[in-house]
């Protein structure tokens, strides 16, 4: 942790530059170390106010990894069929939000005559091998969040470190 971000009496200037700083070396140290500035930016009682708004931005803008990646992942992990009702904003070009553990895409499912929906509006999709009628098929708006490939690995070695330093 920087000596400095509990100070109050640096010029602002020199706090927003090591505020960038650390919130460049936060992200490059991985999703532990992000968990532990978002919870420190809701904190302005406890750090620096140009540190706090600093790492604000690790709520939900985390440079994202790559959407081919997530792509194929979600693939596997679907299916073909069930992959290919699926139509994303900009062709997953950039997720809209991206954080420590991982990002959302926003996108349209296509639901088939053997689609159902609970009292929620739930979707409980059928095999995804079903025709849609001839009528116009109904969609709707889904958000897509996909974990970061490794994520639970790298928290548990962070974690075992902590541990064997604590």
Do not use: C, H, M
Not at 5 to 18: C, G, T, V, Y
Not at 45 to 73: G, H, R, T
Not at 112 to 133: I, K, W
Not at 134 to 162: G, Y
């Amino acid at each position: 942790v920087d000596k400095y971000i509990f100070r109050r009496d640096e010029d602002d200037l020199i706090n927003q530059k090591r505020a960038q700083e650390l919130l460049v070396l936060i992200q490059e140290i991985g999703p532990t170390a992000i968990k532990v500035g978002q919870a420190l930016s809701v904190r302005q009682d406890l750090i620096n106010e140009s540190y706090a708004k600093a790492l604000v931005k690790l709520q939900d803008d985390v440079p994202p990894f790559d959407s081919d990646v997530a792509k194929e992942f979600l693939k596997n992990e679907l299916g073909i069929a069930k992959f290919n009702r699926l139509k994303v904003e900009d062709n997953w070009e950039k997720p809209i939000a991206s954080a420590s553990i991982g990002q959302v895409y926003k996108a349209t499912l296509v639901l088939n005559d053997d689609d159902e929906q609970d009292e929620e509006g739930l979707v409980l999709t059928g095999s995804g091998e079903g025709t849609t009628s001839t009528n116009q098929p109904k969609e709707i708006n889904i958000a897509i969040k996909i974990q970061r490939p490794n994520v639970l690995a790298e928290i548990a070695l962070d974690l075992f470190i902590v541990r064997e330093f604590i």
